[in-house]
């Protein structure tokens, strides 16, 4: 089963301890055991833990990409908040 996390709840997960995860559209992803596996290197990932790197994904993958990953890496997916 999939869970649901708050931005604020992916906003922490920025290091090897809590977890390094990052949001792709909807979905997060934790890339712990993949930062060092990145085909760009493990930089590019680690600015964007615990963000949206949606905008960032798509300039450089295409759906392939994220298809070939999501079984092994997608942990969940962002919980609507409500505006105020």
């Known amino acids: 089963m999939s869970k649901e996390f708050k931005l604020s709840e992916v906003a922490t997960h920025k290091d090897a301890e809590k977890g390094m995860y990052i949001i792709v559209d909807n979905g997060v992803y934790d890339v712990t055991g993949f930062i060092d596996e990145h085909p760009g290197g493990s930089k590019i990932l680690k ?36 505006k105020l």
């Open 47 to 82: 600015r964007v833990l615990g963000k949206d790197a949606s905008k960032q994904f798509w300039k450089f993958h295409n759906e392939d990409v994220l298809k070939k990953y999501t079984e092994r890496l997608k942990v969940g997916t962002i919980k609507e908040e409500a």
